[in-house]
């Protein structure tokens, strides 16, 4: 029996899309979901890819984040994980694509659970997230949401296989390290998620590069981007990306997100 994938579809945010990816119109607004994945493993466990928004948004992040990508609806990974018959206590482990507020605010759910033990995220993503906050210049990193009592991380620096159909691969774009997976299911095929190295469909078969202040060149979008598309070719893989929603709906639609 193969691994299970459930997508945990949880609240979205809303603003000019400008701010996601480079585009003229300034009016012009976009939905940007908060999606994590649920994968149940015959010999790995629960993994849970992401952890979403949190309800205390208004409380724990900082204003410019609040206004620039406010969060207008919130389902906590917990709620989520619970509308599938599960608490945080059934999950293995956690892997963080990389620690932006929007992937790790439900990591304090699993605070005392044996998932906190576990969280794996990128080397480089993490020595950038800890950089960024305990020098005053924090970006998209929050050291609450992360800095959690009994947390123990498990960092990557290169591409990595957990088990012969679960891969992780590293992404230098977006943040020095986003972990994507490559996970070859038996009946979907193989999946390939990009996280927040390409955040829509539109920017990934047009060549968009991503807009706002947090990436710093558009060259490694575009490095990346060609790595991403070499391997969709060599795995015959569908892609899910960070932020589309069209695409969580065109998935819901076809019965693939439960
Ligand atoms: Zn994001």
Redesign the pocket.
């Known amino acids: 029996m193969g691994m299970k994938i459930s997508v945990l579809y949880l609240g979205r945010m809303e603003f000019p899309k400008f701010r996601l990816v480079q585009w003229e119109d300034e009016e012009e607004m976009i939905k940007?979901p908060?999606v994590a994945l649920l994968i149940q493993h015959p010999t790995l466990g629960n993994i849970l890819y992401d952890t979403g928004n949190c309800h205390e948004h208004q409380e724990l992040y900082t204003p410019d984040m609040l206004h620039n990508y406010p969060v207008v609806e919130c389902i906590s990974v917990k709620e989520a994980l619970a509308a599938k018959g599960l608490t945080p206590d059934d999950i293995d482990q956690i892997i963080i694509?990389?620690l932006?507020?929007?992937?790790a605010a439900g990591l304090k759910d699993f605070v005392g659970t044996k998932a906190i033990r576990n969280v794996l995220v990128s080397e480089a993503d993490l020595k950038e997230a800890w950089f960024s906050v305990t020098t005053g210049n924090g970006g998209?990193y929050i050291r609450s949401l992360f800095d959690l009592e009994g947390i123990r991380f498990k960092t990557i620096n290169e591409d990595t296989w957990l088990a012969e159909d679960f891969g992780l691969f590293v992404q230098k774009s977006?943040t020095p390290g986003v972990i994507g997976l490559i996970l070859k299911t038996e009946k979907s095929g193989t999946i390939l998620t990009t996280?927040?190295t390409i955040?829509t469909r539109d920017s990934y078969d047009q060549g968009i590069p991503p807009g706002g202040t947090i990436n710093k060149t558009t060259d490694e979008f575009f490095d990346n981007l060609e790595r991403v598309k070499k391997m969709e070719k060599e795995l015959d893989a569908q892609l899910l990306f960070?932020?589309d929603f069209q695409q969580i709906q065109e998935w819901a639609a076809k019965g693939w997100i439960e």
């Open positions: 940007s908060a694509s990389h932006h507020f929007d992937h998209a977006h996280s927040d955040y960070g932020h």
